[in-house]
C-alpha cells in the first residue's frame, strides 16, 4: 500500500446496524455487503458473530460471496467470542478478527480488571486471534479517553501479539479535530512497532465532528477510516463514508491522499441503507441529503444556470446523481423559472414571462414547492378568453352542521355584484352563487378535480365542462384552495360559452354555411 491510500473500512452492517431502530434482515445485509464490495471499500465489517445466530450467518455468508473486499467479524476480547467470529469468517478470500476492550479507566470498571490484568488480557486474546488469521485488528475502546502512559502500553502489547491493525476509537464522539490528529500522529512516533503496523480511526458524531475528527486523524498518520453510509450508527452515529471519501477527493489539494472508492455509486447505497434501516438520511445531509445538489432561491440558481461551480463544489455525477435540481419555490427567480419553461417546451416573450412569474410567485408564497404540473396548471390557467364574469372575493362556510353557504362577490361586465347562496356542499354553494349573479342555461356536464401535486398543500386542478344548446365550454384553474379553483375553473367555462354564443350568434353561423351550395 502506497503512504498517499487510506483504506476504507466499512462498518454500516456493525456500528451502523447498532443505532437502535436500524436492524436489517439478513437478505438486505447481503445485498448492501454486495454493494460495498462492488464500489471498492477496502474492508467490510459484516457483523459481531457471538452475537446471535442471525449475525453470525449473515458475516459466514458475506464472506463466502465477497470478491475483492477484507471481510472482518467484531469479538470481544474472549477466546469463545474470537473463535466465533475466526469460523464466520473462514471462507472468506480475505478475512479479519477484530477484537476490542475498554482500555480507558470507565470502561476498564466493568470488568473489574486491573490495569496489568487487562494488559494480560489483550496479549493473550490478540495472540489467539493471530494463531486463528493472520489480519488481526485491535481496538482499545474508548481510547480518547484512555491516560497516554497506558493507551500506548497496550497498543505496543497488541502489536507484540501479532495484531496487524491499530485502530483508535472515538468511541464517545469526544475528540476534536486537533486532538484527532495530534493523538494518532504521537502514537505512530512513540508506540515501538508501530510502523509495521497500519493505524485506523473510528470516530464518532455525538459533537458533529466525527467527519472532521477521521481526517484529521488521517493528517495525523492514520491510514484506515472507519465509517458507515449515511453516517448510520450508535447515538449520533459513526463518521459518514461518503463524507470522508468525498473530502479526500475534493480537497485532494490539501489531503493528498485516495480511496479506492467508486464515487459514482454512493447515492445507490446510500438509498438502499436508508430503505433496509428504515432511517431516512435528512435533507441537508452532505453529499446524499436530498437537498445536497438542490438550488431554490433565484440568486444561486441563475449563478448555477450561467457556471454550475458558482455554488457546487462537486458534480452530483461523481456521487451517481443524475445532475442538479433547481425547485422552483418562493426563492426562485425570472432565470430559473424561464429554464423551467424551456425543459417544460414552452417559450415565452419576456412580457409573458414577467405575467407569469407574478401569478408564480402568489402561488409560491402559498406553496412550498412549485412543481412541473403547477407551472403547466398556472400557463393553462392564463390561456382564457376575454371576461365577461370575473372573481372578487369567495368566502364558504362548510362543515358537519349544513346547509353549506357561499358569500360571492364578482363583476359581471365591470359591474360589482355580490350573493349568497347555500348548497349540497360548498362547491355546489358556490356554483349556486355564481348562478344567482349571472344565471345562464349552461348544463355542468363534467366537474373534476385533481391535486396536481402530492402533499395537502398541493394546488387543485380543477376542471369544468358545460354544455348549451349543443355548445361545450371547458373551464379550468389551479389553486391550493379547491373550492376556489372550482370557481374559478366555472367561471372560466361560463365565459368561455359567452364567446362560444357570440361567436355563434343567429345569423353568423346560417350566414356562413354554405349558402350557395344549398340552393
Ligand atoms: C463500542 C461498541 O460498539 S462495542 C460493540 C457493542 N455491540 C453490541 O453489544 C452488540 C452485540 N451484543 C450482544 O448481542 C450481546 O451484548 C452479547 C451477545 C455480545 C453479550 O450478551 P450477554 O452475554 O448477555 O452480556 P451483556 O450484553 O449483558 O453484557 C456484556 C458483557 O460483555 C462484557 N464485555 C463487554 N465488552 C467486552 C470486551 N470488549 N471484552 C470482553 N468482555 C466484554 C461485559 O463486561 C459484560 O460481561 P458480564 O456479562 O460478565 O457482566
Ligand atoms: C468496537 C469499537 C471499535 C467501536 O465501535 C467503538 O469504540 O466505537
Ligand atoms: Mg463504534
Request: glycine share 8%; hydrophobic share 40%; net charge negative.
Amino acid at each position: 500500500m502506497t503512504k498517499d491510500r487510506v483504506l476504507i473500512f466499512d462498518t454500516t452492517l456493525r456500528d451502523g446496524e447498532q443505532s437502535p431502530g436500524a436492524t436489517m434482515t439478513h437478505d438486505e445485509k447481503l445485498e448492501i455487503a454486495e454493494m460495498l464490495d462492488d464500489m471498492g471499500v477496502d474492508v467490510i465489517e459484516a457483523g459481531f458473530p457471538i452475537a446471535s445466530e442471525g449475525d453470525f450467518r449473515a458475516v459466514s455468508e458475506i464472506a463466502q460471496r465477497s470478491k475483492n473486499s477484507t471481510i472482518c467479524g467484531l469479538a470481544r476480547a474472549n477466546f469463545k467470542d474470537i473463535d466465533r467470529c475466526a469460523e464466520a469468517i473462514k471462507d472468506a478470500g480475505s478475512g479479519r478478527i477484530h477484537t476490542f476492550i475498554g482500555t480507558s479507566p470507565l470502561h476498564r470498571a466493568i470488568p473489574n480488571l486491573t490495569m496489568d490484568e487487562m494488559a494480560d488480557k489483550i496479549h493473550e486474546t490478540v495472540s489467539h486471534a493471530r494463531n486463528l488469521c493472520d489480519n488481526v485488528q485491535w481496538s482499545p475502546m474508548d481510547a480518547t479517553r484512555t491516560e497516554w502512559d497506558y493507551l500506548c502500553r497496550v497498543i505496543e502489547i497488541a502489536i507484540k501479539a501479532g495484531a496487524t491493525t491499530i485502530n483508535i476509537p472515538d468511541t464517545v464522539g469526544y475528540t476534536a479535530p486537533a486532538e484527532s490528529a495530534d493523538l494518532i500522529k504521537r502514537l505512530i512516533e512513540t508506540v515501538p512497532g508501530a510502523d509495521d503496523v497500519i493505524f485506523a480511526t473510528h470516530c464518532h458524531n455525538d459533537l458533529g465532528m466525527a467527519t472532521a475528527n477521521a481526517l484529521a486523524a488521517v493528517a495525523g498518520g492514520a491510514r484506515q477510516i472507519e465509517c458507515t453510509v449515511n453516517g448510520l450508527g450508535e447515538r449520533a452515529g459513526n463518521t459518514a463514508l461518503e463524507e470522508v471519501v468525498m473530502a479526500l477527493k475534493v480537497r485532494n489539494d490539501i489531503m493528498p491522499f485516495s480511496t479506492g472508492i467508486d464515487t459514482t455509486k454512493i447515492m445507490n447505497i446510500s438509498r438502499r441503507v436508508a430503505t433496509a434501516s428504515g432511517f431516512p438520511v435528512q435533507f441537508n445531509k452532505a453529499i446524499v441529503g436530498k437537498n445536497a445538489f438542490a438550488h431554490e432561491s433565484g440568486i444561486h440558481q441563475d449563478g448555477m444556470l450561467k457556471n454550475a461551480e458558482t455554488f457546487e463544489i462537486m458534480r452530483p455525477e461523481d456521487v451517481g446523481l443524475a445532475g442538479t435540481s433547481l425547485p422552483l419555490g418562493k426563492h426562485s427567480g425570472r432565470a430559473a423559472l424561464r429554464a423551467k419553461l424551456d425543459t417544460l417546451g414552452y417559450t415565452m416573450a419576456d412580457n409573458q414571462l414577467n405575467d407569469l412569474f407574478v401569478r408564480f410567485k402568489d402561488l409560491a408564497d402559498r406553496k412550498k414547492e412549485v412543481f412541473d404540473d403547477d407551472i403547466v396548471a398556472l400557463i393553462r390557467q392564463n390561456d382564457t378568453v376575454e371576461d365577461v364574469l370575473k372573481l372578487k372575493s369567495l368566502r364558504v362556510v362548510c362543515g358537519t352542521d349544513g346547509p353549506q353557504t357561499a358569500d360571492l362577490v364578482m363583476t359581471v361586465e365591470g359591474v360589482e355584484k355580490s350573493v349568497t347562496a347555500t348548497g349540497d356542499g360548498p362547491v355546489d354553494a358556490t356554483f349556486n352563487a355564481v348562478k344567482e349573479i349571472y344565471p345562464h342555461g349552461g348544463r355542468l356536464d363534467l366537474y373534476q378535480v385533481h391535486a396536481v401535486t402530492k402533499g395537502t398543500d398541493a394546488q387543485a386542478t380543477v376542471s369544468v365542462k358545460l354544455e348549451e344548446d349543443g355548445r361545450i365550454a371547458t373551464g379550468q384553474s389551479a389553486d391550493t384552495d379547491t373550492v376556489v379553483a372550482s370557481a374559478k375553473a366555472y367561471i372560466n367555462a361560463i365565459n368561455r360559452l359567452i364567446v362560444r354564443r357570440e361567436k355563434s350568434a343567429p345569423g353568423d353561423d346560417i350566414k356562413s354555411v354554405n349558402y350557395k351550395d344549398s340552393v
